[in-house]
């Protein structure tokens, strides 16, 4: 069994969210790699090498040509034999925000139990017209088979992205979709009655914050192991990154300096072996914030089945 | 589907200019220069260009013929693309895509991009070729507009756009044993922006036996400069870049008080002296002023950093353009700190005219509304692009920024204290022998003159190659690999490559060794044939200057190779005193580096102070309180912006914890940003900014002062701790020099010395040293009486340590029955308020003129704040507020709006002022707080030696009640107030 399961988290050419990926993936309790796509490509180090991939957020070449289409086509191209391997070894993959795109550019999303590469769906400009920055309600399919999301009911999340409409060409291919529980989560009116927020019809801005269909937020592959959604989980690790709160905040007396186990951080090696790790499971989970459920699902699914 | 760039066009042409359209569609065009198979051409439009799922891709002009895509014929055609030269981002984008497809294609394969819209339903009276200005910036862009009403419809034809040839010329040798009338035309003519006696200097250098020995064995012109030494003079010596106003000896007169002094350089005596006195108290001041931003150390680990930037020139010609540029730049500023630091915070202040202006405007200047929305959308792609959340702003409105916008574009850094080899990350190291890389883009003519054009005021003939679009892409790339090599110990020395190009950072750099020597023939570059001169002083983007060690060049070069970043070694550090710069073996210039940087002459300058006269505001009778306060809520400088910073990025990095809006729908102010840039730690640091530019038409001391106080109470309010405080001062002035365009230069001046003397005494009262500041001094526009000058602006901006994030607080109100607080009082002072502009705009008042808002007792103050940030990390306040435009009345209503919560409050005991001033008067140093009634008891104990009234309650109401005793002043319904505070920016969109 793997006990502390090695995560890829990709960076390079515009990625912008891969330390706070990395991050939360070490709280989760992986051992975490910031990996450039091109060490990748060159062959000098190989997917084989980690249990876990993350596409995280960013700008991958700026959007131009279409969001996530010049990394995707990296990807589709260069990457194409080692994901295959990823994903024929049943190994957990997650795309966020713009690693979303990516992979739904790549084809790996909605996906076919054999990966061929070929783009079936996209994502593309809001109806807004605009890239906006705001926070939105989730409601989690509890049919679905996703690893990534065993257990989750609803989240409040931010999104921040200008092509986040998940569109097919067919409404059709969304109900099949659905029977196969690969609409993972959608955008919600957060007043609805708990597991009665999911409809395919679409809600007004800015509940559903881009137009998708059927208010699509997430979809997983037939696997269930390769997830994408466009809101930021890893932006809610902790509690006080929750616009709300203050208005609800704990006041607990004794506050530790450091509540998390783990801190997988930013630049030098040196500053992240003079932290002393601070075990103190009781607050770390007190002010966990609900994005990391995600995180702690694909750890567990690691350690459990691979 | 939803052609959504289409609709943006429909919407904005509505919007803007009542112009309904049936329907906008958009055609995103490649034109590829490349040399590709014929039958792989068709697989490169799928698997490139065009999206399958949503796009239909063609290599056929006949596409809006093809009834299939376009059934209904369209009335009008416009085309868009760059001119030659422009940097097209995406089409950069688009060859990298075409290498991995086609990975033997040649070098010089290039792809242009155009968007064309085609117009459905348009009505006849609209001009097309009108339509077609309103689309696109004559300056970088070009369109091609089609009538096609009444002929068949056939594609805009826009040719691949072609720079011509640049053609290499031999250094010139200039003359300077001329006249002093021709001294003046060399540098007229060559817009070097240098005056007589900077000109004289030059030549007295060139007389020098000495020099001309040094020359002569160098093989340079013994007694005359070159083309490249008199270019590189001009941009050091710049405004720009040697403040030389900030420099200079001022014989300063008060006509009010008889006083008559002389001040040498405003910026050592008021500026850096304070500092550097602070400096010895405490401990956490680690770099300041010497280097690309200032430094603090944060904690045993981490410091943090700071720079803000302006960027107005650049933005009045081009908005877009500019303002990215502005952005990208100051990121690059933070990165070129120390041996490298990371930008993870960007702030954005700006001064626009009027966003409803409907007066005439002068020649070449855009209208306000299209500034704006350039400028935002520059900065948002800008910010957005490069992953750094933009975390606290503010736009400011006034006539006088038509004739020249102000960008603000801050960031702030983080580097770890010390890398894992021992070294101080805030100390460059740089030894002689080290080799001088240029890192990232190339150098092209784009961007040539910035630095002297910025020290020039603008004229309709101001200069396009100014005028650069930034590439967030490539600078992420390079910012990525920077601190990549940063950490493995590569670095001895960094700088940016902004204003002056590559003889500014090599030129500064060389002073750590006392000499450099470069090749230019080594310099990248992205079209042949560039000048010596040209390349040298080239402002092109996204590029560092880096000093490596020689043992370490093969694992820097596979690291950048790695990142696909370029990276080329230009020269290498002497230490024999001289900037020495080669074109291949030939020598091109030979300047001492201490006549480089040392020698430009002190300029003398006269200042005289009298009071400027302004008819005294009377506020009107009988009025509607309750009315006046829907209208201020309503202005542009009070109103809503959500819709405008939505759309920046303001949470990636995942350390956000005070977002720009709060409260119960997010929608209520934030008075500070608040970060946790550590995952997983506490601690964080808060941002904030304070300006006034309009106290500046009573005293720009007075709005010095209200800067500084404004930056510190929103700083106060999130939580920050008062003995950890530092700040930025950026000045934007008028051109304040007496000449022929400037009669009234010494009053000018006179308002500049009395904003450096009250900057200096609140930074001294607040303990708040400044770390790193910038002026810029031109900001003007025409001549004679068509002249517009910018009212004298300070913008301050202030970081300070947060002891706990979980601690912080914010503005909206979030329970029922919550006690209300003033600390402060008000005071008489409504001279030059946002209501009394709005009064006098409107007719209800004849002038702005009385006491402005005046810093008195900032040790008082001090003490206020410091007891009241004592409550918050008490946990002793549920809501704080400061009170800036608008007063108390609108501090009340935007906390109301943030909680959707309604408070009963009566201001009578609230200070010896008028009604008016009671309720709207901007009086400083007041912030109002609610306390849950459990915490009133200690709350009132900590804060009994301050001047705090207890004004009133949160209710169960959706009410805000003011009164004073008995009488009702105002009453207004929270929804109502939402509307008017979301109508001017957030209007019609939601």
Same mark, same amino acid.
């Given at each position: ?8 988290v990709?960076?390079?050419f515009?990625?912008?969210?891969d330390?706070e990926?990395?991050?939360? $993936?070490?709280? /989760? =309790?992986?051992?975490v790699?910031? &990996?450039h796509?091109?060490?990748? !490509?060159?062959?000098?180090r190989? %997917?084989?090498?980690f249990?876990i991939m993350a596409?995280?957020g960013?700008f991958?070449?700026?959007d131009h040509?279409?969001?996530?289409r010049?990394?995707g ?12 391997? $990823?994903?024929a /070894? =049943?190994?957990?993959?997650?795309? &966020?925000?713009n690693?979303?795109? !990516?992979?739904?550019k790549?084809? %790996?999303?909605p ?14 400009l809001?109806n807004?017209?605009?890239?906006e ?5 989730l409601e ?11 257990g989750?009911?609803?989240?409040e999340v931010?999104?921040r ?8 060409p067919?409404?059709k291919i969304l109900?099949s979709?659905?029977?196969d ?8 009116d ?8 999911m409809?395919?019809?679409t809600?007004?801005?800015?509940i ?6 059927r208010?699509i937020?997430g ?11 466009m809101?930021?989980p890893e ?12 208005r609800?905040k ?8 450091s509540p998390?186990?783990?801190?997988i951080d930013d630049d030098t090696e ?11 499971e009781?607050?770390?989970v ?5 994005g990391?459920?995600?995180f ?11 | 589907?939803v052609?959504v760039r ?16 049936n ?15 014929a039958?792989?051409i ?5 698997v490139?260009?065009a ?6 891709g ?11 895509i376009f059934?209904?014929r369209p009335?009008a ?7 030659p030269g422009?940097?097209?981002n995406?089409?950069?984008a688009?060859v990298d ?6 990975p ?10 155009t968007?064309t819209?085609?117009f459905?339903g348009?009505?006849?009276?609209v ?12 300056l ?13 419809t056939?594609?805009?034809k ?6 011509p ?11 300077l044993?001329v006249?002093d009338?021709?001294?003046?035309d060399?540098?007229e003519?060559?817009i070097?922006?240098l ?30 400069p070159?083309d490249?030494e008199l270019?590189c003079l001009?941009?050091t010596w710049s405004e ?5 106003i900030f420099s ?11 006083e008559?002094?002389?001040i040498?350089s405003?910026?050592?005596?008021h500026i ?15 770099s300041?002023?010497h280097?690309?931003s200032?430094?603090i150390?944060?904690n045993d680990?981490?410091s943090?950093?700071?720079k ?5 020139s ?8 500019g303002a ?7 990121n ?5 700190t ?6 993870i915070?960007?702030t954005?202040?700006f001064?626009f005219?009027p966003?409803d202006?409907?007066?005439?405007l002068?020649?070449?200047?855009f209208?306000?509304?299209?500034v ?7 900065i948002r792609?800008?910010g957005n692009?490069?992953?750094i959340p933009?975390?606290n702003g ?9 004739g020249?916008?102000?960008v603000y ?19 460059k ?17 784009d961007g040539?003159?910035g630095?002297t054009f910025?020290s020039?005021e603008l ?7 100014a005028?650069q679009?930034g ?10 690999m920077?601190l990549?090599?940063?950490d493995?110990?590569l670095i001895t020395?960094?700088?940016?490559n902004g204003a002056?190009g590559?003889?500014?950072?090599i030129?500064?750099?060389?002073e ?8 230019l023939?080594?310099v ?12 040298l002083?080239s ?5 560092m200057?880096?000093?490596v060690?020689?043992d370490d060049?093969?694992?820097?070069e596979e690291m950048?190779?790695l990142h ?15 900037f ?8 091109v210039a030979s300047?001492p580096?201490?006549?480089?940087h ?6 003398r300058?006269?200042?005289?102070w009298?009071?400027p006269?302004n008819?005294a ?7 509607d309180?309750?009315?006046i306060?829907?209208?201020?809520l ?11 910073v ?8 995942a350390?956000t914890?005070v977002?720009p ?5 997010c929608d209520?102010p934030?008075d ?5 840039p550590?995952?997983?730690n506490?601690?964080?640091f808060?941002?904030s900014c304070?300006l006034s530019?309009?106290?500046?038409d009573?005293?720009a001391g007075?709005?010095?002062a ?7 109470r929103n ?22 020099i ?6 009234d230069?010494k009053?000018k001046l006179?308002?500049?010395v009395r904003?450096n ?6 930074c001294r009262?607040?303990?708040?040293p ?14 004679g009486?068509?002249?517009i ?7 301050f901006s ?6 706990d994030v979980?601690?912080?607080i914010?503005?909206?109100?979030i ?5 209300l607080?003033?600390?402060?009082e008000?005071?008489e002072?409504?001279?030059a308020?946002?209501v009394?502009?709005?009064l ?7 002038g702005i003129?009385?006491?402005?808002p ?9 003490g206020?704040?410091?007891?009241l940030?004592?409550?918050?990390h008490?946990g002793l ?16 209503i ?5 909680g ?5 409050v009566?201001?009578e005991?609230t200070?010896?002022?008028?009604i ?8 400083l ?7 849950a009634?459990?915490n009133?008891e200690e709350f ?5 030696n ?5 004004i009133g309650t ?5 009410n805000l ?8 002043l105002v009453?207004v319904?929270i ?7 979301k109508?001017?920016?957030?209007g019609?969109?939601f």
């Amino acid at each position: 069994m793997i006990h502390v399961p090695k995560v890829a988290v990709l960076t390079g050419f515009g990625i912008n969210c891969d330390h706070e990926t990395a991050a939360v $993936f070490g709280m /989760a =309790g992986a051992e975490v790699e910031r &990996i450039h796509v091109n060490h990748l !490509v060159s062959g000098e180090r190989n %997917l084989e090498e980690f249990h876990i991939m993350a596409v995280p957020g960013g700008f991958s070449f700026g959007d131009h040509l279409g969001s996530g289409r010049l990394l995707g086509n990296r990807m589709r191209f260069q990457l194409r034999e080692q994901l295959t391997s $990823f994903v024929a /070894a =049943g190994k957990p993959i997650i795309g &966020i925000c713009n690693g979303f795109q !990516v992979l739904v550019k790549t084809g %790996l999303l909605p996906g076919n139990e054999i990966p061929d590469f070929e783009q079936t769906a996209s994502l593309t400009l809001n109806n807004s017209g605009r890239y906006e920055n705001r926070w939105v309600s989730l409601e989690f399919n509890a049919d679905s088979h996703c690893i990534w999301t065993k257990g989750l009911e609803r989240m409040e999340v931010p999104v921040r992205h200008g092509e986040g409409k998940f569109v097919v060409p067919d409404s059709k291919i969304l109900d099949s979709m659905d029977s196969d529980g690969q609409l993972v989560c959608r955008y919600i009116d957060p007043s609805s009655k708990p597991g009665e927020g999911m409809t395919d019809e679409t809600l007004p801005f800015p509940i559903c914050p881009n137009g998708s269909m059927r208010n699509i937020a997430g979809i997983c592959d037939p696997t269930g192991l390769i997830f994408g959604l466009m809101p930021h989980p890893e932006a809610i690790y902790a509690q006080w990154l929750h616009p709300h709160f203050r208005r609800t905040k704990i006041t607990s007396v004794e506050r530790p300096t450091s509540p998390f186990s783990h801190i997988i951080d930013d630049d030098t090696e040196m500053v992240e072996a003079s932290r002393t790790a601070r075990d103190r499971e009781s607050e770390r989970v007190e002010w966990e914030g609900a994005g990391m459920a995600i995180f702690h699902n694909a750890v567990s699914y690691v350690r459990e089945h691979l | 589907m939803v052609d959504v760039r289409g609709e943006l066009i429909k919407r904005s042409l509505f919007n803007d200019h009542d112009i309904r359209i049936n329907e906008v569609r958009s055609i995103l065009g490649f034109l590829v220069k490349a040399d590709l198979p014929a039958k792989s051409i068709k697989d490169v439009v799928d698997v490139l260009f065009a999206d399958p799922i949503i796009e239909i891709g063609t290599c056929n002009d006949e596409i809006l013929n093809d009834t299939a895509i376009f059934p209904t014929r369209p009335d009008a055609v416009i085309s868009i693309g760059f001119k030659p030269g422009v940097t097209d981002n995406p089409g950069t984008a688009a060859v990298d895509g075409l290498k991995i497809l086609h990975p033997d294609i040649d070098e010089h394969s290039a792809v242009s991009t155009t968007v064309t819209y085609t117009f459905h339903g348009l009505d006849e009276s609209v001009d097309i070729e009108w339509l077609a200005e309103q689309l696109h910036n004559p300056l970088i862009e070009r369109a091609e507009a089609m009538d096609t009403r009444d002929i068949a419809t056939s594609f805009p034809k826009l040719d691949f756009p072609e720079a011509p040839p640049n053609e290499f010329t031999i250094p010139s040798i200039i003359d300077l044993e001329v006249s002093d009338a021709e001294l003046e035309d060399i540098s007229e003519s060559g817009i070097l922006a240098l005056n007589l006696e900077e000109m004289k200097a030059i030549q007295t250098h060139y007389r020098d036996p000495e020099i001309q020995a040094a020359r002569t064995a160098r093989g340079i012109s013994a007694s005359a400069p070159t083309d490249v030494e008199l270019e590189c003079l001009a941009q050091t010596w710049s405004e720009h870049c040697k403040h030389k106003i900030f420099s200079a000896r001022i014989t300063h007169v008060d006509r009010e008080t008889g006083e008559e002094s002389e001040i040498d350089s405003l910026f050592k005596t008021h500026i850096m002296k304070p500092t550097e006195e602070m400096q010895e108290e405490v401990d956490w001041l680690l770099s300041i002023f010497h280097d690309n931003s200032g430094v603090i150390a944060w904690n045993d680990e981490w410091s943090l950093c700071m720079k803000v930037e302006t960027h107005n020139s650049p933005s009045a010609l081009d908005p877009y353009g500019g303002a990215m540029t502005g952005i990208v730049g100051v990121n690059r500023d933070i990165l070129g700190t120390g041996l490298g630091a990371r930008p993870i915070a960007n702030t954005d202040i700006f001064c626009f005219g009027p966003p409803d202006w409907q007066g005439d405007l002068p020649a070449n200047l855009f209208p306000p509304s299209r500034v704006l929305s350039g400028v935002h959308a520059g900065i948002r792609v800008g910010g957005n692009e490069s992953g750094i959340p933009t975390v606290n702003g503010a736009i400011v409105f006034d006539d006088r920024y038509i004739g020249k916008p102000l960008v603000y574009a801050g960031t702030i850094g983080i580097m770890p204290r010390q890398l894992p080899d021992g070294r101080l990350t805030h100390i460059k190291t740089p030894a002689e022998g080290d080799m001088v890389y240029m890192v990232g883009g190339r150098v092209g003519a784009d961007g040539i003159h910035g630095a002297t054009f910025s020290s020039l005021e603008l004229t309709e003939e101001s200069p396009s190659s100014a005028v650069q679009i930034g590439d967030p892409i490539t600078q992420k790339k390079m910012l990525d690999m920077i601190l990549e090599a940063r950490d493995a110990g590569l670095i001895t020395c960094i700088t940016d490559n902004g204003a002056g190009g590559l003889s500014s950072s090599i030129g500064e750099m060389a002073e750590y060794t006392n000499g450099c020597e470069i090749d230019l023939s080594k310099v990248p570059l992205k079209q042949s044939g560039l000048s010596s001169w040209e390349i040298l002083v080239s402002e092109s983007q996204e590029r560092m200057t880096v000093a490596v060690k020689g043992d370490d060049q093969i694992t820097f070069e596979e690291m950048a190779a790695l990142h696909e970043v370029e990276a080329t070694v230009v020269g290498r550090f002497t230490s024999n005193g001289e900037f020495h710069v080669k074109h291949g073996e030939m020598t091109v210039a030979s300047l001492p580096l201490e006549f480089l940087h040392d020698g430009v002459p002190q300029l003398r300058l006269e200042s005289e102070w009298k009071a400027p006269e302004n008819e005294a505001f009377i506020p009107p009778g009988e009025v509607d309180h309750s009315e006046i306060l829907l209208e201020l809520l309503s202005r542009p400088n009070i109103a809503s912006k959500e819709t405008l910073v939505r759309q920046y990025d303001h949470e990636v990095i995942a350390q956000t914890v005070v977002k720009p809006f709060v409260g119960k729908h997010c929608d209520g102010p934030g008075d500070a940003g608040v970060l946790a840039p550590i995952h997983g730690n506490t601690q964080g640091f808060v941002v904030s900014c304070g300006l006034s530019p309009r106290y500046s038409d009573i005293d720009a001391g007075a709005m010095a002062a209200a800067a500084v106080d404004e930056a510190v109470r929103n700083a106060i309010c999130s939580g920050v701790d008062p003995e950890k405080m530092a700040g930025c001062d950026n000045y934007c002035w008028p051109d304040p020099i007496v000449s022929d365009k400037t009669p009234d230069g010494k009053f000018k001046l006179a308002q500049l010395v009395r904003a450096n003397r009250e900057l200096e005494r609140a930074c001294r009262g607040y303990r708040v040293p400044c770390i790193s500041g910038k002026d810029s001094m031109k900001n003007d526009y025409g001549k004679g009486k068509d002249k517009i000058s910018i009212p004298p602006t300070l913008l301050f901006s202030l970081i300070g340590d947060h002891p706990d994030v979980r601690s912080s607080i914010t503005s909206d109100f979030i329970a029922t029955g919550h006690q209300l607080y003033l600390l402060g009082e008000s005071k008489e002072e409504l001279g030059a308020n946002e209501v009394a502009y709005m009064l006098v705009e409107t007719g209800r008042a004849d002038g702005i003129g009385g006491e402005v808002p005046r810093l008195v007792d900032i040790e008082a103050n001090l003490g206020m704040y410091t007891s009241l940030s004592d409550a918050i990390h008490s946990g002793l306040i549920s809501s704080a507020h400061d009170c800036s435009e608008g007063g108390i009345s609108v501090a009340l209503i935007e906390m109301c709006i943030g909680g959707r919560q309604g408070v009963s409050v009566d201001i009578e005991n609230t200070g010896d002022a008028s009604i008016w001033a009671k309720l709207f008067g901007e009086s400083l140093a007041r912030i109002i707080v609610a306390v849950a009634p459990e915490n009133i008891e200690e709350f009132e104990l900590k804060t009994q030696n301050h001047r705090c009234t207890k004004i009133g309650t949160t209710t169960e109401s959706n009410n805000l009640v003011i009164s004073s005793g008995n009488e009702t002043l105002v009453d207004v319904d929270i929804d109502i107030a939402l509307k008017a505070w979301k109508s001017t920016f957030c209007g019609g969109e939601f």
